[in-house]
């Protein structure tokens, strides 16, 4: 089944830019999104289709895809964007095709 | 305004059963594919099924393969998962997610969630 691998944490301070990576198998050939969750709270989804923003997310959130890496990319990072960050995509030729990323913890510091 | 509401939590021993139930608001539910999601304790999320808007298509998580159907109810604007063969390792947040109407899907729309504890 198709694995996606993301780093477990990620520190940036106040500012700066955050860059959290999510690698698979020609995952560039695959549509990735990206969803935030904050601690007890249901998650969001941040970036769809690799690079579109839902309504109402800041334009801040940015996402990219290119060979075996999709990037979600947070410039200008606030407090507020300390959360767990999950890559997803929906392998069509398996019979299981939901798969999430492991996750990625944003520290701010 | 697009809500999705579960219910159905609770604990229940090892073996046994229990149902989860969404209702859905604010679309045209029978539009939409639907989803569940799944969160064990200080764990990551993990995708349990999918159901397309007609029932035509659905798959499932291997780990929880013959032991958990889903299904859903368009004249109710409601989704299910029939949990079976509970184990421990079922224990979880488990929440429904609206997909896409057709093709490949993200999950656009989540309710809050409903606790399962699987525990003797």
């Known amino acids: 089944s198709y694995v996606l691998t993301q780093p477990p944490s990620v520190s940036v301070a106040p500012g700066q830019t955050a860059r959290i990576t999510c690698g698979g198998n020609n995952i560039g050939s695959k549509s990735v999104h990206w969803y935030q969750q904050k601690p007890g709270q249901a998650p969001v989804l941040v970036v769809y289709?690799?690079?579109d923003r839902p309504s109402g997310i800041p334009e801040r959130f940015s996402g990219s895809n290119s060979g075996n890496t999709a990037t979600l990319t947070i410039s200008r990072v606030e407090a507020g964007d300390e959360a767990d960050y999950y890559c997803q995509v929906w392998d069509s030729s398996s019979d299981h095709p939901g798969v999430f990323g492991g996750g990625t913890k944003l520290t701010v510091l | 305004e697009v809500q999705l509401v579960e219910s159905g939590g609770g604990l229940v021993q090892p073996g046994g059963s229990l149902r989860l139930s969404c209702a859905a608001s604010?679309?045209?539910?029978?539009?939409?594919?639907m989803n569940w999601v799944r969160q064990a304790p200080g764990k990551g999320l993990e995708w349990v099924s999918y159901i397309s808007s007609s029932s035509s298509t659905i798959y499932y998580a291997d780990s929880v393969k013959g032991r958990f159907t889903i299904s859903r109810d368009n004249a109710k604007n409601s989704l299910y998962l029939q949990m079976n063969s509970l184990r421990d390792e079922d224990t979880a947040v488990y929440y429904c997610?609206?997909?896409?109407?057709?093709?490949?899907?993200?999950?656009?729309?989540w309710g809050q969630g409903t606790l399962v504890t699987v525990s003797s």
């Open positions: 289709d690799d690079s």
């Open positions: 604010g679309f045209t539910f029978s539009s939409y594919s």
């Open positions: 997610a609206r997909g896409r109407p057709v093709g490949a899907t993200l999950f656009d729309y």
